[in-house]
């Protein structure tokens, strides 16, 4: 029973550098979101895949790509990382877009930029 | 906008001590809120939920919540800490926007444990 895994689980990077991180769910959930955590600032909203084949900017996109590879997986791309990247980040994922449903995290990656 | 308050940054209590975190929210219509609880090197995991009904609501690991409308408030509440409880808590309201479920964090309190 896997839920949202995510890898890498840490990762250092030199400033301009790229990357990719890996999530992928196996609820057959359609809805995945990515976020970043930062101390004292809880999770902010990155970017989201409401459904398959669709995705939207969240609170924090600058710098970020994403891609809907398929209804499981859901990646983050920064094309160059920059040190103010350098946070913890998590996937999530729901079954639909009802509001009282809970979302489901990851283990989160942690992200460090030098 | 919507907004959440968690005004505690930092608690500490003693093992076997009661423990209250406080969550305010700001949403004009019934909101749907949930307290998650991140432990160390973790991701986040739901603790509970409250969409309707009952305004005191029970969860997992000896928690309970309790809704007050008038207040605009959801305290997360456990009766006799456990070492295992120190970790950090998230309150969040959840709502739809643009189609999507959207969730709305509140900072997070870390709770540290003196045995």
């Known amino acids: 029973n896997a839920g949202v895994t995510q890898t890498p689980k840490f990762q250092v990077l030199k400033t301009g550098q790229s990357m990719t991180l890996q999530c992928a769910q196996d609820m057959n959930h359609n809805s995945m979101y990515w976020y970043r955590q930062d101390p004292g600032m809880g999770l902010r909203l990155i970017y989201y895949s409401a459904s398959e084949g669709t995705t939207d900017k969240g609170e924090v996109p600058n710098g970020y790509n994403v891609s809907r590879l398929n209804k499981r997986e859901f990646s983050l791309r920064l094309e160059s990382a920059a040190p103010s990247q350098t946070s913890v980040y998590f996937c999530?994922?729901?079954?639909?877009?009802?509001?009282?449903?809970?979302?489901?995290f990851g283990d989160g990656t942690r992200l460090s930029i030098l | 906008a919507q907004s959440v308050t968690q005004p505690d940054i930092h608690i500490t209590v003693s093992e076997g001590a009661s423990l209250e975190l406080r969550c305010n929210y700001s949403y004009g219509a019934t909101p749907y809120l949930f307290w998650y609880v991140q432990s160390p090197g973790q991701g986040l995991q739901l603790l509970l939920k409250y969409f309707s009904g009952d305004t005191l609501v029970q969860g997992i690991k000896g928690f309970e919540a309790e809704f007050k409308r008038s207040q605009s408030s959801f305290n997360l509440r456990k009766p006799s800490v456990h070492w295992s409880d120190a970790a950090e808590y998230f309150c969040a309201v959840g709502r739809i926007s643009g189609g999507y479920n959207k969730l709305i964090f509140g900072a997070g309190t870390r709770l540290a444990v003196h045995p």
């Open positions: 999530a994922s729901i079954e639909g877009p009802r509001g009282n449903q809970p979302q489901h």
